[in-house]
T-cell receptor
Framework: DAKTTQPTSMDCAEGRAANLPCNHSTISGNEYVYWYRQIHSQGPQYIIHGLKNNETNEMASLIITEDRKSSTLILPHATLRDTAVYYCIVRVNTNAGKSTFGDGTTLTVKP | SAVISQKPSRDICQRGTSLTIQCQVD?????MFWYRQQPGQSLTLIATANQGSEATYESGFVIDKFPISRPNLTFSTLTVSNMSPEDSSIYLC??????????????FGPGTRLTVT
């Protein structure tokens, strides 16, 4: 599975959009981009995934560049409860695929 | 989605002893995994728990140290054997389910916080 690079930490003001970048320059054509987050003392939580089109759900939006070498997770109106470690993962969409967690980005939402 | 419970939620154990962690899922799932999260670190995959056959271990993890059972599609156990303080971690059970458009969403249990003294 391809390696990802994320900033170690980011801050965001409450109510503003949080934009979390991820570089995955070695992504293969059959690998998807997944995002998870881990709130303190809890197990990771699935957020969203995509292949090449932009995706949106009730939690977030995912923007993937045309060359698929990077992506951005957008939390449109961050709240204090969005403070967490966010992990970007690339993997194939088969049962043989595995989720390899990097160090992630610690997002701190401030009042 | 899937709801996962783990027992125990936490334990303090003496070095040299073993602890078995249980993972129960509310639905039948094919893919089940065990992860370790050392203090202040990210998650590391220990193994894939295979129903009816031996678990598949990642590099650096061996069956003698982390034996895994998977008797059916809703239950698995992980044993941490002959523990040392370096085994102090959070151990997480995870399952993979098929979501919309072929997604492979993973759901995680609340974790078992192990402290070895």
């Amino acid at each position: 599975d391809a390696k990802t690079t994320q900033p170690t930490s980011m801050d965001c003001a409450e109510g503003r959009a949080a934009n979390l970048p991820c570089n995955h320059s070695t992504i293969s054509g059959n690998e998807y981009v997944y995002w998870y987050r881990q709130i303190h003392s809890q197990g990771p939580q699935y957020i969203i995934h995509g292949l090449k089109n932009n995706e949106t759900n009730e939690m977030a939006s995912l923007i993937i560049t045309e060359d698929r070498k990077s992506s951005t997770l957008i939390l449109p109106h961050a709240t204090l409860r969005d403070t967490a470690v966010y992990y970007c993962i690339v993997r194939v969409n088969t049962n043989a695929g595995k989720s390899t967690f990097g160090d992630g980005t610690t997002l701190t939402v401030k009042p | 989605s899937a709801v996962i419970s783990q027992k125990p939620s936490r334990d303090i154990c003496q070095r040299g002893t073993s602890l078995t962690i249980q993972c129960q899922v509310d639905s039948q799932v094919t893919m089940m995994f065990w992860y370790r999260q050392q203090p202040g670190q990210s998650l590391t995959l220990i193994a894939t728990a295979n129903q009816g056959s031996e678990a598949t271990y990642e590099s650096g993890f061996v069956i003698d140290k982390f034996p895994i059972s998977r008797p059916n599609l809703t239950f698995s156990t992980l044993t941490v054997s002959n523990m040392s303080p370096e085994d102090s971690s959070i151990y997480l059970c995870s399952v993979q389910v098929a979501g919309l458009a072929g997604a492979r969403e993973q759901y995680f249990g609340p974790g078992t916080r192990l402290t070895v003294t």
